[in-house]
C-alpha cells in the first residue's frame, strides 16, 4: 500500500519507502563491521518490526540467526500503558549469545528498558539494539541505542510495519497518522 492510498489518513509523510531502504543499508554496514566473524542473533519485536527485520536481514552480507518475541504496552492505544506483556518468548537460548534487539520504534523507552533486562538476565554475551526509529522528546527512559535509523518527531507514526489498530503496517513508508482517525478512541 502507498502512501497515496491512504492520504486522507495521513498528515504527511516523515520518510519514503526509499530513505528507509537507503539507511537499513548505511546501518547494515555498521553492523557488519561491528560484528564481522561473529555468530549474531538478531531477535525481531512483533508485530512492528517485521518489515524492519526482514529487510535487515536481507540486506545484511554475514550469516544471522533470527527469532522473535512479542511483548506490548499498548493494546489498541496511541499511546503506551506502561505495563508490559511477553506475548511470545524467544525459542532461542541467549546464553553466550551476541544479541542484537530490531526494533520499529522507540517512544517512552520503557518497554525497551524492560526488554533489555529481561534478556540480560539470560546470560548472553552482549546485547545491543537497533532501532529504525526513535522519537527523543518522548523518552521517559534513556535506552543506549546501537543503531538508530531516524530521529522522529514525538507524533503518532504508521507504515513500514507500524500500526494502528492492526492497520497501516503494509504502508510502504512512514506518516503521521490524523488525529482524526483515532480521536474517538477514548469515547
Not at 498528515?11 to 560484528?35: G, K, N, S
Not at 542484537?100 to 520503557?110: H, K, N, Q, T
Not at 526513535?134 to 531516524?150: C, H, L, N, Q, T
Request: with cysteine; net charge negative.
Amino acid at each position: 500500500m502507498y502512501p497515496a492510498d491512504v492520504a486522507d489518513d495521513l498528515v504527511e509523510v516523515l520518510l519514503t519507502e526509499e530513505q528507509i531502504q537507503a539507511r537499513i543499508a548505511e546501518m547494515c554496514r555498521e553492523i557488519e563491521r561491528d560484528y564481522a566473524g561473529e555468530n549474531l542473533l538478531l531477535v525481531g519485536v512483533l508485530k512492528g518490526a517485521v518489515m524492519v527485520m526482514a529487510d535487515l536481514a536481507r540486506e545484511l552480507s554475514l550469516p544471522v540467526e533470527m527469532d522473535w518475541m512479542a511483548v506490548s504496552s499498548y493494546g489498541t492505544s496511541t499511546r503506551s500503558s506502561g505495563v508490559v506483556r511477553i506475548q511470545k518468548d524467544l525459542d532461542t537460548a541467549l546464553h553466550g549469545r551476541k544479541v542484537l534487539i530490531v526494533e520499529d520504534i522507540i517512544d517512552s523507552g520503557l518497554t525497551l528498558s524492560w526488554l533489555l533486562e529481561n534478556l540480560r538476565s539470560r546470560g548472553p554475551e552482549s546485547v545491543e539494539v537497533c532501532a529504525l526509529l526513535r522519537k527523543p522528546e518522548a523518552a521517559r527512559i534513556d535506552v543506549d541505542v546501537r543503531y538508530v535509523g531516524f530521529e522522529i518527531p514525538n507524533a503518532f507514526v504508521v507504515g513500514y510495519g507500524l500500526d494502528y489498530a492492526e492497520r497501516y503496517r503494509n504502508l510502504r513508508g512512514l506518516g503521521i497518522l490524523s488525529p482524526s482517525v483515532y480521536e474517538h478512541e477514548d469515547d
